[in-house]
């Protein structure tokens, strides 16, 4: 209840600060998303900016061998981010180093480069990964390809160690690429290549750097699934309610141990953006009305970065104006008024009244996401008010991009092949 209240006290306080007439993201001038940073201040990825205890409300990359146990399904457990404090987002429990060290680091599938807090990390909070105590760590030098990977890297002489500064939302790290063994669950990545945190220096992001790490899942070279060798290329998860406290959500890497004979929808690529998971999204129903959306903000086009694409990093899904005003027009047709706002959520009714409320169904090709309650709906603290949870992308320069976000995925099985090249859903309970 406590995080209902915050919760919705967040959404308010964002949306007071998101109107300021001076928004550096509200110019389109720039088509080409290329030239936006993912979690740069202008991408919908944008981590949040305010130092707040539920940061996220905002908005909300084969290097080496992989050794595993056995041929079993490796899984590790994952939570919702607020079991370790860390709120907002999705973390997945790894240990780092020989012997290995425990971190929650946040699930991330639009970023490929892993990072972690190290010893004396300026700017980090307390749980640290102490490098001097692991007998595998080792720090890569400059002229290794990974560091090329590693954004912002550079090589000033041969034999120094790879630093690189990365952008965060709003944020920056500046970190030594490095690597150590890597363990996830019952299986481990040997040689796994990611960012020691040397510090992080604020701009204006406010606290949205995850405080023990991030485990990059994007589609790139220095990802941890393209670094997970035997494993490589294809994963899933389960992620819990949100409200959850427990560690009962999971990350499957490998083939072995995923569900067969579950509907898929092709994985598009963007060479503009090789980190991220695209779909075709070809329709929205609310109920049993297949509302009606012009094809341009539903189309894929790798050269304006338009599209829709699948994030566990994101949590509210945004759909580009004309698709959210649409789907939420429908939606009031079918539920009972009136309607008030809430913080980012412009549709929130009388709570009795959720009865009525139609369910939303995302149509990809060959694949239908009829949406759970749960995934369509979020409650006001008192439980008087339910909201429609989904919004409107920012007016920017991104906005052609439709993000399915983690609200929308809670209690379903979302597997990611990228050597068969599709996505799969399927509904497991997980809390
Ligand atoms: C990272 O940023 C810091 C602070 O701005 C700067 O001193 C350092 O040279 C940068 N490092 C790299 C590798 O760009
Ligand atoms: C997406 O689906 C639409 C409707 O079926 C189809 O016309 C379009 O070609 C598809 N786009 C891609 C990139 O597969």
């Known amino acids: 209840m406590a995080v209902q209240i915050l919760l919705l006290s967040f959404f308010l306080l964002y949306t007071s600060s998101s109107i300021t007439a001076s928004d550096p993201c509200s110019s389109p001038s720039h088509s080409d998303l290329s030239i936006v940073h993912i979690h740069g201040p202008c991408s919908p990825f944008r981590r949040p900016r305010a130092a707040s205890p539920m940061p996220w409300l905002d908005e909300t990359k084969d290097l080496e061998r992989v050794s595993y146990l056995a041929n079993r399904p490796i899984s590790a457990p994952v939570a919702s981010g607020q079991a370790v404090g860390i709120i907002g987002n999705y973390v997945v429990r790894i240990k780092i180093g020989s012997p290995g060290q425990t971190m929650y680091t946040v699930l991330d599938t639009s970023s490929d480069v892993g990072w972690v807090p190290c010893t004396g990390c300026t700017g980090c909070g307390t749980a640290q990964f102490d490098t001097s105590s692991s007998t595998s760590y080792e720090p890569l030098d400059c002229t290794l390809p990974q560091c090329t990977f590693a954004n912002g890297a550079s090589c000033p002489t041969t034999g120094s160690s790879c630093l690189f500064n990365q952008s965060y939302g709003g944020d920056t790290l500046s970190a030594a690429l490095a690597r150590d063994v890597l363990v996830l669950g019952n299986g481990q990545v040997a040689n796994y290549a990611f960012g020691c945190v040397t510090a992080v220096v604020s701009g ?93 903000f539903l189309a894929f086009d790798p050269n304006t970065g338009a599209g829709t694409i699948i994030d566990s990093g994101t949590v509210i899904t945004r759909f580009v104006g004309p698709i959210y005003e649409a789907v939420r027009d429908e939606f009031k047709k079918q539920l009972t008024g009136p309607f008030t706002s809430l913080g980012a959520f412009d549709t929130c009714f009388t709570a009795t009244n959720q009865a009525e409320a139609p369910t939303v169904t995302l149509h990809f090709t060959g694949l239908d996401l009829k949406l759970p309650v749960e995934n369509t709906l979020i409650h006001s603290s008192s439980g008087s008010l339910g909201c429609l949870a989904m919004a409107s992308a920012p007016d920017n320069v991104n906005s052609v991009l439709n993000i399915i976000a983690s609200l929308q995925q809670q209690n379903l099985r979302i597997v990611f092949d990228t050597v068969n090249s599709h996505l799969g859903i399927t509904r497991e309970v997980c809390n």
């Open 204 to 296: 204006g992001g406010g606290g949205s750097v995850p405080p023990q790490g991030l485990l990059g899942l994007g589609r790139g070279y220095m990802s941890m699934i393209s670094q997970a060798g035997a494993l490589a290329g294809v994963f899933s998860y389960c992620l819990p309610s949100f409200r959850s406290y427990y560690f009962s959500g999971s990350l499957k890497l490998g083939l072995t141990g995923q569900p067969t004979n579950i509907r898929t929808t092709p994985l598009l690529r963007n060479p503009h953006r090789p980190s991220l998971y695209y779909v075709n999204l070809t329709g929205i129903s609310v109920g049993r009305v297949n509302v009606p959306i012009d094809p341009q």
